[in-house]
């Protein structure tokens, strides 16, 4: 299983990463949800278990320590107006799941190299793969995430609003779901006219 799922690592994670990297409004909304977080782990001044995702159109917050909607929408818009100004590395994220897939690229790569040119398969292979996969993917990720899969450039997005998902209604949604989930919705600006997507 692990020999299939390097190999499918190798070829899938690549395509996901072009896939993103081709998609300019994605980039930039991706780049728009690292600048939030980042604002939001600066005024708590720690690192908050939130993670992301991004679309053409916006994206989405979720996970136990994000903050009222009222506050994540204010760190949107602090985090649009400094990327405006010039703070491009708040586009940039430690965290983010870019960094989780070059290391799972890294640690596959490796190992089906490992495998072809030593032709065995032993733990000592295995730990060698994952330790050098970790060593290098922050800065592997860093490198992606910065060429690939956002765009510091965030001056023809506006921010729209912030929606709330809840799936079983109050109270049943604080006990059965403690993870708040938001999407925040932007829009394209476009030689002065405004793009609803």
């Not at 604002?39 to 053409?56: C, D, K, Q």
Request: with cysteine; charged share 15%; net charge positive.
């Amino acid at each position: 299983m692990l020999i299939f799922n390097s190999f499918y690592n190798v070829i899938t994670i690549p395509w996901q990463i072009l896939k993103i990297a081709a998609d300019k409004r994605v980039r930039k909304n991706h780049s728009l949800e690292h600048a939030t977080v980042n604002v939001l782990e600066e005024r708590y001044g720690r690192n908050l278990r939130i993670g992301g995702f991004a679309y053409s159109n916006g994206f989405t917050l979720s996970g136990p320590d994000l903050p009222p909607p009222y506050e994540v929408l204010d760190a949107a818009r602090e985090g649009l107006y400094r990327m405006r100004q010039g703070e491009v590395d708040l586009a940039l994220h430690p965290r983010c799941g870019t960094s989780i897939a070059a290391a799972n690229f890294l640690f596959s790569l490796v190992f089906v190299l490992i495998l072809i040119f030593y032709r065995h398969f032993s733990l000592i292979n295995i730990v060698f793969a994952f330790l050098l996969a970790n060593i290098i993917a922050k800065p592997f990720g860093i490198l992606l995430q910065k060429f690939f899969t956002t765009h510091p450039d965030v001056g023809d997005i506006d921010i729209l609003d912030i929606y709330g998902q809840t799936y079983f209604g109050f109270p049943f949604e604080i006990i059965l779901n403690p993870n708040r989930t938001y999407f925040i919705k932007t829009s394209y600006v476009n030689r002065g006219f405004r793009i609803f997507i």
